[in-house]
Each structure stands twice: as C-alpha cells, then as structure tokens.
C-alpha cells in the first residue's frame, strides 16, 4: 500500500526519488516552485530542460518531461505543465488532472519509489486552492489504485499554511 505523506515546507530541501515541478511551457525556468528548483537544482536541470525543448519543443499544459535533479536531493525532477485558471469552463480540472496522472507514469516508468508534489497551478495560475486540492489527491489516489508497483510514498509538499490545511482536512475524511 502507498502510504501518502503531508509535509508544510519548500520542496527544493525534500530528499526523495524524485519532486514535481510546477513548470511553464518553456521549461526554462520562472517565478514560485519553479524557479525555486531551477535556481536550487542548478544549471543541469536547465541544461536538460533545453536539450528536451530542442528536440520536442514546448511542454503541453497537463504533460510532463523528467530531468535529472542537478543538486537538489532528489535524482529526478518531473517537470509539469498546470493550467491557468479560467472559471473551470476551459478543461481546468481534467488538464489539472493529467498532470499528476502523466506525472505519476514518469515516475513509475523511472522506478521512482518516493515522489514528491507542489500544489501545481496554485500560485500565479490562480487555480482555486481547494478545487486544485481535491483533484491532486484524487487523482493521485485514482492512479495508485491501478498502478501501485512501484510507488512507495506520495509526499504532498505544501508551501503555505492554506493548503496545508485543506489537504489536511481532506486526507483525513
């Protein structure tokens, strides 16, 4: 059984096999978890980050690449691209969705046991942090019930005392 962990902290300091990043389409970098990670993390993960760019361009909103973690402890980073919030009417949810469900399968296809997950698309995106709450821990539950080989832990690393406390509330129901 996966066990799934809740820690209030920066992601960039979480030893596990691999974190999410909350990225931008570019892949290059930006404001909130991902810059913190690109700058934590160090050149190697731009470097690979352009080289994925150079051979496949952009990253697609709900899709995921993995890098290698540069300095960070962790050995991968999985890259995710969240959607910006436009009232829940342009496929929010199901894009929000994809990308711990794509996330999840990089991890499983690298042989990740312990993976660790910012609260992707809360920040500058502007997803409603309860909404983006529920589907984080549903999805993740939902993928874990039909691919649970792999994965030891789920660690949802929160940055602020809101989400903290609304995952908190909806892991223990």
């Not at 009417?89 to 969705?97: F, M, Y």
């Not at 502007?126 to 993740?140: E, L, N, T």
């Amino acid at each position: 059984m996966t066990k799934i962990e809740l820690i209030k902290g920066d992601i960039t300091k979480i030893t596990a096999d691999a974190i999410v990043n909350a990225a931008n389409s570019s892949l290059l970098g930006g404001g909130g978890v991902d810059g913190a990670i690109h700058r934590a993390g160090g050149s190697a993960i731009l470097d690979a980050c352009v080289a994925i760019r150079n051979k496949q361009g952009k990253c697609k909103t709900g899709e995921a690449v993995i890098t290698t973690a540069g300095n960070l402890p962790a050995n991968y980073v999985i890259h995710t691209v969240g959607p910006v919030w436009n009232g829940g009417a342009k496929k929010e949810e199901e894009l929000l969705r994809n990308c711990y469900i794509n996330s999840l399968g990089l991890a499983v296809e690298h042989n990740v046991k312990t993976i660790a997950f910012p609260n992707i698309s809360t920040g500058i995106y502007h997803y409603p942090k309860d909404r983006a709450a529920d589907v984080a821990i549903a999805s993740v539950k939902e993928f874990l019930e039909t691919n649970n080989q792999t994965i030891g832990k789920v660690i949802f690393v929160c940055f602020d005392d809101e989400n903290y406390t609304l995952y908190k509330s909806i892991l223990e129901q």
